[in-house]
């Protein structure tokens, strides 16, 4: 009888104690359904130190102390669910989440292996790019953090705005003005907007902003437009102050706002895309109020929770467009915050980082084009960085769970030496021929309003590199000595690519060269193979020559001079059948590129041929005799020596120099006159090394008038100096070819 008693005892209290086990876990799976996972946490807790424990406690457990943000004791109880095998890909998921709360960054890339669930592949692909951790730790001396006095408490603050000296956040401290309702996913109170003055790093006069936001549920962030007449708020979906639940059986978050109209605030009113049956939270705008991101689950979420835009056109709010998975992961992004209207500052947890939530930047764009950045150690740790709001590119605030703190989310203040919304941009500066790359050029980045806000000069490599920020247009400009300069736009669209490869900027060597284009004197058509001599007129051992090509020109380029440098010629023109020809030209390079030598000097030639004017083609300006005088004067010899020159580079030419008079005085003694000018003037040329058989003077006195005058009347049109006779040398010669003497045209002397 005893041992039936016995017995029956003993099955009576199995049936107990496994009804008992049974009871408590119903319970705690509601506890976990209704997300109340302090509760949870130690519900399953218990069921996991019981005789029979399964992974599903140790789970339950390490998700909810995860929830509450209890790292360590979450690690723990994922561990052991780890050793007893039976989790699933969600599960190994929450425990990476959590080694990387605990900087255990090797264990949790282990644990990720096991996920076989194409779920996280962009994370899985995040992570073969990003394995290692260090690189978010290498700029850690550039930041400045601070606790943010007279805030922080032993509850949660978080989600700043700052207008003017009045900071608005987000705490859940106690509301003694409200109920004093429990949350029960942490067991805090529910969330409230309050309203503080800053002053440097210090807040006071801390209240809540007032009856216009008191309700028993979450109420924050908040945020306020511009211009100050729009105020947004996010706060969980309520009708008449009781929760409404969605198809999910959750109180989910909407987005409410109301305006100010002749300095009163209406109604609170509904955002136009709120759902019972999914959130809207978080929102932020652009400066004129037109361009909405916020933060939401509804249909089409790559993850937990997405970023989406909308803009406000016609009256309404466009269809929210989800920024995609460039911005976007598997995980959940949050308070989104826009900076200058081109930085979205956010938080992620399922992009790579220190672990939990980090804090990223992001330029938004259809294409998707800018890889998120993230911010880094030590403003980004391996615990919750939220709420980031950036006051200038070097400086902000946001909130975070970290060690050390007061509370559960505490607000802190950030300071860098250096801009921190920038992406890097990299140059490499080649010579646009031989594509070898170029050290010393000097590279600026101008603004969109021309302003230049970077210059380096390039490496020994060629490199260039820059920190710009994204979301603008730039241009860039290169110089270097020798070179031409380069102008290049840089679209803020390319922005992300040039962080990853270099642009190669090729400039082009400066030219500073010379061209002569060769011509007929008659018809101005270019003449090929006409050998030009060039003599430098200060060092007559500098001598080139050139053919010019099929189109009459020649080139040369200069090597050694540079702009400002000037250079004298002696251009020798020579081809056969044509007058050889040399003139003088003096050019001054002012700037690359060629000088055009014939617009300089007169680089026509003239065709062997009866009828060429010679004082044409040496340009002879007039010579004058004194009265009744023969005496070739110094002006005078200057124009002969043109003849001279002439002659010598053609030996083939002989000329006859026909001296004439006016109708004044006696016929015979001008002819006299005449005549002895005419033997004057060979005379000077055969002086000069002209053989006496190729030059002739001869005078024909008035035998051929070349004024015009009539001699009745002595109506004379005079060229004479004072009321002596005097004249100019015309032009005229013969020419030896094929051992013929060919008259071309007469070089006469008028007197």
């Known amino acids: 009888m005893k041992f039936n008693t016995i017995i029956l005892l003993v099955a009576s209290f199995s049936f107990t104690s496994a009804f008992s086990q049974a009871f408590k876990e119903k319970i705690a799976d509601k506890k976990f359904d209704k997300e109340e996972y302090v509760s949870a946490s130690e519900m399953y807790a218990e069921l996991a130190g019981g005789k029979k424990p399964q992974t599903k406690y140790f789970v339950r457990a390490g998700e909810s102390h995860l929830k509450i943000g209890e790292y360590k004791k979450a690690e723990a109880f994922y561990g052991q669910a780890f050793t007893n095998q039976g989790m699933t890909d969600k599960d190994y998921y929450n425990y990476y989440q959590v080694l990387k709360y605990n900087g255990n960054y090797t264990r949790a890339t282990e644990v990720f292996a096991k996920i076989n669930s194409t779920e996280f592949k962009n994370i899985r692909s995040a992570l073969t790019h990003h394995a290692d951790y260090h690189e978010f730790l290498k700029d850690s001396s550039n930041f400045t953090i601070g606790k943010l006095e007279g805030v922080n408490g032993e509850h949660s603050e978080f989600g700043l705005l700052i207008v003017g000296k009045d900071l608005y956040f ?37 209240k809540h902003v007032g009856d216009h936001m008191r309700t028993s549920y979450h109420e924050g962030p908040l945020v306020i437009t511009k211009d100050g007449n729009t105020e947004y708020v996010t706060r969980n979906n309520i009708d008449h102050n009781h929760g409404v639940k969605g198809k999910d059986n959750h109180v989910n978050l909407k987005i409410y706002y109301r305006a100010k109209l002749a300095d009163k605030w209406g109604e609170w009113k509904e955002f136009q895309h709120n759902s019972n049956d999914y959130s809207c939270g978080h929102p932020t705008l652009s400066d004129d109020g037109k361009t909405m991101y916020f933060v939401s689950d509804m249909p089409g979420t790559l993850g937990s929770t997405d970023i989406w835009v909308t803009h406000f056109e016609k009256d309404n709010w466009t269809k929210p467009t989800n920024l995609g998975q460039s911005t976007n992961s598997e995980g959940k992004e949050l308070f989104p915050h826009l900076f200058e209207n081109e930085i979205l500052l956010f938080s992620s947890d399922g992009k790579p980082g220190l672990g939990g939530m980090d804090m990223f930047y992001t330029v938004p764009s259809p294409d998707g084009g800018f890889e998120p950045q993230n911010l880094g150690y030590p403003v980004n740790s391996s615990f919750d960085e939220i709420g980031v709001y950036a006051t200038s590119n070097k400086s902000g605030y946001f909130s975070s769970n970290r060690t050390g703190g007061m509370g559960k989310d505490d607000i802190y203040s950030f300071e860098s030496k250096n801009p921190i919304f920038s992406t890097p941009v990299n140059f490499i500066v080649k010579d646009v021929l031989t594509k070898a790359v170029l050290a010393g050029a000097e590279v600026s980045i101008l603004d969109d309003a021309g302003k230049v806000i970077g210059k380096a000069s390039s490496d020994e490599a060629g490199h260039v590199k820059f920190s710009l920020i994204p979301g603008r247009n730039y241009k860039s400009k290169t110089k270097k000595d020798g070179y031409k300069n380069l102008d290049i736009m840089i679209p803020e669209k390319d922005l992300a690519k040039l962080s990853k490869e270099s642009k190669e900027l090729y400039i082009e060597k400066k030219i500073f060269g010379l061209v002569g284009l060769v011509s007929d004197a008659d018809n101005n058509s270019p003449i090929e193979g006409v050998k030009v001599t060039l003599t430098d007129a200060f060092n007559k051992a500098n001598v080139v020559t050139y053919n010019t090509s099929n189109v009459g020109d020649f080139k040369q380029i200069y090597d050694k001079l540079k702009e400002g440098d000037d250079v004298s010629y002696i251009v020798k023109m020579e081809k056969k059948g044509y007058i050889t020809k040399t003139v003088a030209a003096e050019v001054s390079i002012m700037k ?11 680089m026509k030639m003239s065709k062997i041929k009866i009828g060429t004017d010679i004082a044409k083609l040496v340009d002879l300006k007039p010579i004058y005799f004194d009265v009744a005088k023969w005496d070739v004067k110094p002006e005078g010899a200057i124009e002969l020596d043109k003849i001279v020159g ?46 006496q058989d190729r030059i002739f003077g001869k005078g024909y006195g008035e035998a051929k008038l070349i004024n015009g005058c009539a001699c ?32 071309w045209r007469r070089l006469e002397l008028c007197l």
């Open 592 to 602: 690359d590129g060629f000088i055009k030598l014939h617009e300089v000097t007169n």
């Open 646 to 691: 002439l002659m010598k580079e053609n030996m083939g030419m002989v000329i006859e120099l026909g001296s004439h008079t006016d109708c004044r005085g006696a016929a015979k003694a001008n002819l006299t006159l005449s005549d002895k000018r005419a033997k004057s003037s060979a005379s000077y040329i055969i002086s000069k090394g002209i053989p």
């Open 170 to 206: 987000a705490s859940s401290r106690r509301n003694y003005g409200a109920v004093h309702r429990k949350y029960g996913w942490d067991d805090s109170y529910y969330l409230d907007v309050y309203q503080g003055v800053l002053e440097g790093a210090k807040v006071s006069h801390i």
């Open 712 to 743: 009745e009347g002595k109506k004379v049109s005079r060229r004479g100096r004072g009321n002596g006779k005097g004249g100019i040398i015309g032009g005229g010669f013969f020419f030896f070819f094929f051992f013929f003497f060919l008259l």
